[in-house]
């Protein structure tokens, strides 16, 4: 465990106020034990927990004396200050916190609102509606290939030549699939008019 500090240490290496810990401590962002801070965890939490789309000063946006993050650290020998010696650690962790969570939200929505307009656009249908329609045509298909020996028994019986059958067969069942390919095509508009 690192050394802990104090509010006011802590804020002065955060480079922030301290009336900014203090509101990252009530509002659950970083841990106190026993009235101290560990900086290391601290820092974690800070960079896990804090909305970075909300700017870190009400005036400018800047983050205040914090030293940006392409900045290198400083030389372990270096005697400055802590907010000096800032370091890589306190970027925004990419594991959890609040930025993994709303990039996941984020991720979600926009792909439920591309899934919403590819069905309002017709390019999309609900795999129920396709079910149905998918049903009622193969259950037509079935009705006009099973009333073939009825509407043709008659006329086969009373012919001889086998060509003959052949042709009367054969035309037959290319009207039933030609009457198959006139189906109304799918629509999401209305079911009622697919059937």
């Given at each position: 465990m690192a050394h802990e500090t104090g509010i006011r240490a802590y804020a002065r290496h955060r480079g922030v106020t301290p009336a900014a810990v203090r509101k990252a401590i009530k509002s659950g962002r970083i841990a106190v034990v026993n009235g101290k801070i560990d900086p290391d965890v601290a820092d974690r939490d800070?960079?896990?927990n804090?909305?970075?789309?909300?700017?870190?000063?009400?005036?400018?946006?800047d983050p205040g004396l914090r030293r940006p993050a392409e900045a290198p650290p400083m030389a372990a020998s270096s005697m400055g200050s802590p907010r000096e010696n800032?370091?890589?650690?306190?970027?925004?962790?990419r594991g959890?916190?609040?930025?993994?969570?709303?990039?996941v939200r984020e991720t979600y929505e926009a792909r439920i609102r591309e899934l919403d307009f590819k069905?309002?656009?017709?390019?999309?249908?609900?795999?129920?509606?396709?079910?149905?329609?998918?049903?009622?045509?193969?259950?037509?298909?079935?009705?006009?290939?099973?009333?073939?020996?009825?509407?043709?028994s008659a006329v086969l019986a009373g012919l001889k030549d086998q060509?003959?059958?052949?042709?009367?067969?054969?035309?037959?069942?290319r009207r039933v699939c030609e009457e198959l390919a006139?189906?109304?095509?799918?629509?999401?508009?209305?079911p009622a008019r697919r059937h």
């Open positions: 800070w960079a896990a804090t909305d970075e789309t909300k700017p870190r000063n009400s005036v400018s946006g800032w370091s890589a650690s306190q970027t925004p962790a959890g916190g609040y930025a993994a969570a709303r990039a069905r309002m656009s017709g390019t999309l249908v609900s795999a129920d509606e396709v079910r149905v329609v998918a049903f009622n045509t193969a259950r037509q298909a079935r009705d006009l290939l099973l009333a073939i020996p009825d509407r043709v060509a003959e059958v052949h042709r009367v067969l054969s035309e037959e069942i006139q189906l109304p095509p799918f629509s999401t508009d209305d």
